[in-house]
């Protein structure tokens, strides 16, 4: 769970949904990005910045 402490306990600014690639996106306080998408049947994340 490393991978998300960069938006651990940030505010939700804006959910996009759908966005561009077909996901969702979660944007938080201070510009940070959680992507999440289906790819072949599993959810995958992507957080920007990492």
Request: zero cysteines; charged letters at 35%; glycine letters at 8%.
């Amino acid at each position: 769970m490393a991978k998300f402490d960069g938006i651990r306990m940030q505010d939700l600014v804006k959910v996009e949904d759908p966005d561009s690639e077909g996901g969702i996106t979660l944007v938080f306080k201070d510009n940070h990005l959680l992507k999440i998408r289906v790819v072949d049947g599993k959810l995958v994340s992507e957080s920007i910045p990492e």
